[in-house]
C-alpha cells in the first residue's frame, strides 16, 4: 500500500442535456396549447360621421391696433363695422378671433361677447404682432 490515497473525483452532473430537454419541452407545450377561445369580450366601437365643413361656416374676425375691424369670409378680407357683426354672422357656425398684440383685452372681450350673443358655439382666439 502506498502511503497516499488517491483523491476521488466528485460525481458532477452535466447540465447541458438537461437544458436541451427542458427547451424541447417549452417548445412541445407551446405548440400543443390551445388558448381560450371563450374568453373573449364584445366592444361597442361608437361610430363616427364625418361633417363637410364649407367654407361659409367658418369666418375669421380680425382686429388691428388702431381696433380697426375686418372679417376674412372665402379667404377675401372685408372692413366691417363692429356694430353690423350679426348680419355677417349669420349662418356661421364657427369662428376665429385675431387681435393685435397691443390690443386692449376689453376689445377683444367685446367682439368674444357679440359673437356669443349669435349663439355661436366654436370659437378661437388667435393673436399676432
Known amino acids: 500500500m502506498s502511503k ?42 361608437p361610430t363616427s360621421t364625418v361633417i363637410n365643413k364649407t367654407e361659409e361656416s367658418k369666418v375669421e374676425i380680425v382686429v388691428d391696433k388702431d381696433e380697426n375691424y375686418f372679417i376674412i369670409k372665402d379667404g377675401k378680407t372685408y372692413p366691417i363695422n363692429i356694430d353690423d357683426l350679426s348680419e355677417h354672422l349669420a349662418g356661421i357656425k364657427e369662428v376665429s378671433v385675431t387681435g393685435d398684440k397691443n390690443l386692449k383685452y376689453q376689445t377683444v372681450m367685446d367682439v368674444i361677447t357679440k359673437i356669443k350673443k349669435q349663439g355661436i358655439e366654436n370659437l378661437g382666439i388667435n393673436f399676432y404682432e
Open 4 to 45: 497516499f490515497r488517491k483523491k476521488r473525483n466528485m460525481a458532477t452532473i452535466d447540465l447541458t442535456p438537461l437544458i436541451d430537454v427542458v427547451f424541447l419541452l417549452l417548445v412541445f407545450f407551446m405548440v400543443s396549447t390551445t388558448f381560450n377561445k371563450y374568453g373573449k369580450i364584445d366592444i361597442d366601437v
